[in-house]
């Protein structure tokens, strides 16, 4: 999560008010733990536009958790919310009865989660973008959004989407101007305020060969704004910019740290470092602590003793586990080949699109002192029988109840993957199976 145990949040916001009244604010720093200020931005900078599948309520735990809105169209064939603080979602409706103790007890465990009641409200906190969609006339699609966030689509624009076959088409049509500002309430600081941002709406395409949503209509969301700012740290100045999936900044946070001067690719992850993980810059590791959206503040933490992680440069955190054949698994058994660590899923359509390329590129290189390892958040028995329709060849790893390995790496958006040197340590981040082939060409031939 993005924050914090409470005596640090203090001891925090006590330095930052400190440095206002002193005037001297600035983001070269020289203590244990960074402040960068950031400002907000308009689209995904330096980052790659991602689609979230927006589908109909799956029901379940869920089934009871939707605010009422008012006047969604008859013809509507998907109803659904971009959640811009989901922990937010589910703690409201615990405390409104409509999630039991049992599954709220759950979701603390699956999120790793220990809700504090002052960072939630218990009173409805409209957090969620309405979404409605249907095929209009001549099968073109069409949706609209609550934009002004007053769960009323009335007085929204109705609007309609090209048709897009692949996610290569949706990457290479999107630009700024496809992005819709909407409105939405968040809870921080202690108080319900108004919030506005922007979000991409497009087309989902889901594989056949996943089996999952045939016949259902499925649109793709994304929250389109950015954080950026600048740092200098051991004389060096950094450019920064962070992001996440949700709007409230609670958690799955990514940040992009990278040398002033340097352009870097959207499509690389070479930069990047999850709320909570480290980063090595120059001679020293640096752990991302904490988000202060509200204030536009960025936290990071020397953390000189931390010798293994989950970003470029670092040795990769090693772990032992069953495959799902039951064959042990010891990551640091491995050095003296490269390893591709694949995070994935059989739900996850991204992971499942790669795959038959990603089986190609295991077929050219296996013999030649490369191996895969599969950690699949998933079900052992669905799992088992994707893997044998697939024939899959390289051993898979099932993090189910138990998602140590996936804690550990700090895994919060699928597929991830890391590609890892003969010695143990880190080389490259979310290198997709054509730009794996080509790394690894350079380095086995």
Known sequence: MCTQNRGKIMNRVWVILLLVAVGIFSCTNTSDEVLIPVEVEKGFGPYQMGLSMLSNNSGGMWANTDP?????????????????????????????GKISQEDF???????????????YSTDLIKEGIGVAAWYGEDSILTFIVDENGNYDFSDNKIRTLPSATSWQEIIESYNDSLLIQVEHELFENGKKVNKSTWVHINT???????????????????????????????????????????????????????????KID???????????????????NYRFSDVKIGDKIVILEKSESITQGNNVGMIAIDFTANSISNQSINLSSYQGRYVYLDFWG??????????????????KHSAKNFSIIGIAKDSEEGLKKFLKDKNVPWPQIVQNTDSQIIEDYNISSYPTTFLIDPEGKIIAKNLRAEALDERLEKLLY
């Open 68 to 96: 009422k809105v008012d006047n969604i169209p008859e013809q509507a064939e998907l109803f659904a919310f971009i959640h811009m603080d989901f922990t937010q979602h589910a703690y409201q409706n615990y405390k409104a």
């Open 105 to 119: 007890s759950m979701l603390k465990n699956a999120w790793n989660w220990n809700p504090l009641p002052s960072e």
């Open 204 to 262: 989902f395409p889901v594989p056949p060969m996943s089996g999952y949503g045939q016949g259902k209509l499925i649109l793709g969301s994304s929250i389109a704004e950015n954080f950026t700012g600048e740092v200098e740290l051991d004389g060096v100045n950094y450019n920064v910019s962070l992001m996440s999936n949700r709007g409230s900044f609670r958690k799955d946070c990514t940040l992009k740290i990278w040398p002033e001067g340097i």
């Open 266 to 284: 959207p499509k690389s992850n070479e930069h990047d470092v999850q709320q909570g993980s480290y980063i090595r810059l120059g001679e020293i």
């Open 346 to 363: 059989t739900w996850c359509a991204p992971c499942v699109a790669e795959l038959p390329k990603l089986m190609e590129v295991y077929s």
